[in-house]
């Protein structure tokens, strides 16, 4: 199929655009952070000149604007996309005990197969961020996403526990391209506030997935051993292939990409890192994201073990955090985005993030005395659903400031949003299973850290974000 093919679903609404906000395909919007409230103008912007590419005319209009047409099934297409990585984790959670029994290996070595699969998604991105940035978002996606499928099939039928370690590794590796390069594939097609909204909306689809996982994956243990929850992760990955391959276009013209190699690559993310507010914006979504990962890495513990709530209770309550999640993220995108400015009500969430964290540790404490579980629920919540002011608008502001390197931003957003989770997770459980002191003081620290960051660095009182209310 070509890389630009027709245009699909065609009659299909398009998402609202301002009148006076530039296409996505505008010449000048990838040239590096443009002058501007938006990108961090005058003597706050820092010096971050755009990586080389092709002889640049100015962009054809047809591609992006014909793929903003589909925007209800590029919406689906990236939200399934997005939706992989939790479906990866946590539709394989219930089958451990049984991978352990069936592989005779000890638990601990099991659990290195959620290592390897984090690890690859994170690395991954890293990769294959700035090769969309160099060979267009189709080629290294449909790549990736067949790879997925090969690795996901090779894990079913895996005999030791060492070769189903190596496998999820490379699952990991090859999943990371859905995730990176849907966010690039929003940066191309988006601007502004329209982008922002967009994320929001992306958080509906790709946020039912650690609600829908657990449940799907139980149910396939009922009708089949451990091995039938890669049958159905491959079976789910063969979709999407099919779906991106006959569904979603090319968003990135051949007259944008860049030339150039891996110095090239990583000399585009040394000027990424170089800029100041676009570094601030990273940490401080990296930072939030370690205090959900903290949050999924103790809670069971915290509900079921010091409150000592069944698991059918911790289900409930982690579904409803959860819906609390997509629900503040769509108030986020249809209501405060285009009214608020993006970094007003990013302040507002990781406000809410860090209160919410304080109480979670005054109350482990014991300074309100001997607490129940519906007082840490209801902190738990409020955390939670804050995260729908802060991960969307922590992407759309980081990926304003680079239209000409989606990619490469893409992959450090993701990356280091993992990488931070990932160290931030073994902390919680530091002093045993008795006390929820760990993860209310991580969760703490690394809100204090993302305000720190987004403050120190970003420094929002200078106003970017003041046209995103426009």
């Known amino acids: 199929m070509p890389e630009t093919g027709p245009a699909t679903a065609a009659h299909e609404p398009s998402p609202k655009t301002p009148p006076a906000e530039p296409t996505a395909s505008a010449p000048d919007t990838r040239q590096g952070p443009a002058p501007g409230p938006d990108s961090g103008s005058g003597s706050d912007a820092a010096s971050v000149p755009a990586p080389r590419t092709e002889a640049a005319p100015a962009a054809p209009r047809g591609a992006t604007a014909a793929a903003r047409r589909t925007g209800l099934l590029v919406m689906v297409v990236l939200g399934g996309l997005s939706a992989l990585p939790p479906l990866s984790m946590d539709m394989y959670l219930p089958a451990l005990p049984e991978v352990a029994s069936a592989l005779a290996s000890p638990a601990a070595t099991i659990q290195l197969t959620l290592t390897a699969c984090l690890a690859g998604m994170a690395l991954g991105q890293l990769v294959i961020g700035p090769m969309s940035d160099k060979w267009g978002r189709r080629r290294p996606l449909l790549a990736g996403m067949a790879l997925y499928v090969l690795a996901t099939a090779v894990c079913a039928f895996a005999p030791t526990a060492e070769l189903l370690i190596g496998f999820r590794l490379l699952q ?161 995108g249809k209501l405060l985005v285009g009214r608020v400015s993006l970094d007003k009500v990013l302040a507002c969430g990781i406000a809410v993030v860090a209160a919410a964290s304080a109480a979670l540790l005054l109350m482990s404490a014991g300074v309100f005395g001997r607490v129940g579980l519906a ?64 993860m209310a003081a991580v969760q703490v620290c690394c809100s204090l850290l993302a305000a720190g960051c987004f403050l120190g660095l970003c420094r929002p009182w200078r106003g970017r974000g003041a046209a995103a209310a426009a």
């Open 172 to 332: 990991g590796l090859a999943g990371a391209a859905g995730i990176v390069i849907a966010r690039a594939v929003v940066r191309d097609l988006y601007e502004g506030v329209e982008m922002a909204k967009f994320f929001s909306s992306l958080m509906l689809i790709s946020g039912v997935a650690p609600i829908v996982a657990p449940l799907i994956g139980a149910q396939v243990l009922r009708f089949a051993d451990w091995r039938g929850v890669f049958v159905v992760l491959a079976a789910v990955g063969l979709a999407l292939t099919l779906l991106v391959w006959r569904r979603l276009d090319e968003t990135l013209p051949p007259e944008q990409r860049h030339t150039g190699g891996v110095g090239t690559a990583l000399r585009t993310m040394r000027g990424l890192l170089a800029d100041r507010v676009f570094a601030g914006y990273v940490l401080a979504g990296g930072f939030a994201f370690a205090t959900l990962f903290a949050y999924i890495a103790a809670s069971p513990f915290v509900v079921q073990e010091i409150h000592g709530a069944s698991a059918q209770t911790f289900s409930l309550l982690f579904g409803l955090n959860s819906v609390g999640l997509i629900v503040v993220g769509q108030v986020n």
């Open 375 to 438: 007082p840490v629920a209801a902190a738990l919540f409020v955390l939670m659903s804050a995260m729908g002011l802060v991960l969307p608008n922590t992407n759309a502001l980081a990926l304003m400031r680079t239209p000409h390197a989606a990619g490469s931003a893409s992959a450090l957003l993701g990356t280091s949003s993992f990488l931070v989770g990932a160290a931030a997770s073994p902390l919680v459980g530091i002093a045993g299973e008795d006390t929820a002191v760990p």
